[in-house]
């Protein structure tokens, strides 16, 4: 049941890119403070956030780098409490400078407005390490999720690999992604392009919106990343 969970998880993160951050006020000593905020995640869990130094997160988490991410489903109808909702506990700290450029890069395929922020404010990537997870999959379905369960491999490819990859696919293949992102979300979009990979599936996005697709099989190598693309345009085709 809890590697169910875990399964069910990391699903819903993936499929998320919005979430509620608390951070410790610093000008209200000792309350929490919320607020929504874009993420982007990596193959190992973590998250990254695009945080201007002049926002309250910023100041709070400057002071103490403690905070949560809360993800959820909204509810179209009925008892809110019924859907899966997750609460990462962990540490955010700005990402290292000389990955400052490489992380951006991964965060504007995702959001590609955020590449004018810059020019009202100073921003910085933030990078949330995980230490707990707490996941509610629905009434009675509660989990704690350790770090090491919820931490995944690193992707074994490097940035010029991914990106070779991404654009290869928005130059060649846009009919199969036209045809795995209707399979999936039952979305018809010719200009849909790839925004993203992880070891676990890769991201479309259409009509200023990213949508998660997950691979059959976790990649272990770069070589499967083709193989999985391939196994998602085949049954995509089928269907």
């Given at each position: 049941?809890?590697?169910?969970?875990?399964?069910?998880?990391?699903?819903?993160?993936?499929?998320?890119?919005?979430?509620?951050?608390?951070?410790?006020?610093?000008?209200?000593?000792?309350?929490?403070?919320?607020?929504?905020?874009?993420?982007i995640?990596?193959?190992?869990?973590?998250?990254?956030?695009?945080?201007?130094?002049?926002a309250?997160?910023?100041?709070?988490?400057?002071?103490?780098?403690?905070?949560?991410?809360?993800?959820?489903?909204?509810?179209?109808?009925?008892?809110?409490?019924?859907?899966?909702?997750?609460?990462?506990?962990?540490?955010?700290?700005?990402?290292?400078?000389?990955?400052?450029?490489?992380?951006?890069?991964?965060?504007?395929?995702?959001?590609?407005?955020?590449k004018?922020?810059?020019?009202?404010h100073?921003?910085?990537?933030?990078?949330?390490?995980?230490?707990?997870?707490?996941?509610?999959g629905?009434?009675?379905?509660?989990?704690?999720?350790?770090?090491?369960?919820?931490?995944?491999q690193?992707?074994?490819?490097?940035?010029?690999?991914?990106?070779?990859?991404?654009?290869?696919?928005?130059?060649?293949?846009?009919?199969?992604?036209?045809?795995?992102?209707?399979?999936?979300?039952?979305?018809k979009?010719?200009?849909?392009?790839?925004?993203?990979?992880?070891?676990?599936?890769?991201?479309?996005?259409?009509?200023?919106?990213?949508?998660?697709?997950?691979?059959?099989?976790?990649?272990?190598?770069?070589?499967?990343?083709?193989?999985?693309?391939?196994?998602?345009?085949?049954?995509?085709?089928?269907?």
């Open positions: 049941m809890k590697s169910k969970a875990l399964i069910e998880a990391k699903l819903l993160v993936r499929q998320s890119d919005v979430g509620v951050i608390s951070t410790i006020s610093k000008k209200i000593d000792g309350y929490p403070f919320g607020s929504v905020t874009p993420f995640s990596d193959s190992e869990g973590k998250l990254y956030l695009y945080i201007s130094d002049i309250q997160h910023s100041i709070n988490l400057t002071a103490n780098n403690k905070m949560s991410v809360t993800i959820f489903n909204q509810g179209k109808s009925g008892d809110q409490n019924e859907n899966a909702r997750i609460t990462i506990v962990g540490d955010c700290t700005k990402v290292a400078e000389q990955m400052q450029e490489e992380m951006l890069r991964k965060y504007i395929l995702r959001f590609p407005d955020a004018t922020y810059q020019k009202a100073v921003f910085y990537m933030w990078e949330v390490k995980v230490e707990r997870v707490r996941y509610i629905g009434f009675g379905k509660i989990f704690w999720i350790k770090k090491e369960d919820w931490t995944g690193p992707v074994p490819w490097d940035k010029v690999a991914e990106s070779a990859m991404i654009s290869h696919m928005n130059d060649d293949h846009q009919d199969a992604m036209e045809l795995i992102l209707h399979q999936h979300y039952a979305i979009d010719p200009k849909v392009m790839m925004s993203g990979i992880i070891t676990e599936g890769c991201y479309l996005y259409s009509n200023s919106k990213n949508y998660f697709v997950p691979f059959n099989d976790i990649c272990s190598e770069q070589s499967d990343v083709r193989k999985q693309l391939v196994a998602l345009t085949k049954a995509a085709r089928a269907a």
